[in-house]
């Protein structure tokens, strides 16, 4: 069974430029989860999604971030304009039921320069 | 305000015997505990969950122990092996479908290097 796929693995971008991040997860996974991760820290969620709901996104940074999660499989995370402390790794993961395992891609490292 | 902490940044151990991960969590409402273990440039890996009904739950070499008065579990692993090294993070959630409560909440982890 393929585990949960993201892209790319890695960016660099300009600051006030935009940028995507692809995450397709585990198949017939409902929940997924898009978190951020800064060096000696630990994962911190960004938004939560139940199929095509966003039922948690009090942790996105609704000025420049934004997410979508079309007919509820493959999800999309925005960032624009990306600002310097915008670098970090970002996970998708997803779970078979919410507040369970979460399976976690390989993440994208972003760096704003 | 942390809700998973894990005190104890680093752990070094000899190969061959135990190692004790650490976590402590402040939400009461949290029951169900997970721990994660992470490679440089990889995502982290689920290795072992225990529901809060139980003190305790075993896979392989690695058992869980949760204690819900100190609000406390702790990962043993034995016996370590140089391929354990790695950062081990300690997450929690309420298994609640909706809301907030079903989100899983990472502690800042543990770096346990395993030595020869």
């Known amino acids: 069974e393929a585990g949960v796929v993201q892209s790319p693995r890695y960016k660099i971008i300009e600051k006030k430029q935009p940028v995507a991040f692809w995450c397709n997860p585990i198949s017939g996974h409902n929940t997924l989860y898009w978190y951020l991760q800064n060096l000696g820290q630990g994962p911190e969620l960004l938004i939560r999604y139940e199929n095509e709901e966003a039922v948690d996104d009090s942790q996105l940074p609704k000025d420049r971030f934004s997410a979508e999660r079309l007919k509820g499989v493959d999800s999309t995370l925005k960032i624009q304009p990306a600002e310097l402390g915008d670098s970090a790794v970002y996970l998708c993961?997803?779970?078979?039921?919410?507040?369970?395992?979460?399976?976690f891609g390989q993440g994208t490292r972003l760096t704003v320069v | 305000d942390q809700q998973v902490k894990q005190n104890s940044p680093s752990l070094s151990v000899q190969e061959g015997r135990i190692s004790i991960l650490n976590c402590d969590y402040t939400?009461?409402?949290?029951?169900?505990f997970l721990w994660y273990k992470k490679y440089p440039a990889e995502g982290p890996t689920f290795l072992i969950s225990?529901?809060?009904?139980?003190d305790k739950n075993e896979d392989g070499r690695f058992t869980v122990f949760l204690n819900k008065s100190a609000k406390h579990l702790s990962l043993h692993i034995v016996p370590s092996q140089p391929g354990d090294s790695a950062v081990y993070f300690c997450?929690?959630?309420?298994?609640?479908?909706?809301?907030?409560?079903?989100?899983?909440?990472f502690g800042k982890g543990t770096k346990l290097s395993v030595k020869p």
């Open positions: 997450a929690a959630s309420e298994v609640f479908y909706g809301g907030s409560q079903g989100n899983l909440i």
């Open positions: 993961a997803s779970s078979p039921r919410v507040g369970t395992e979460a399976f």
């Open positions: 939400n009461s409402m949290f029951d169900y």
């Open positions: 225990i529901s809060s009904i139980k």
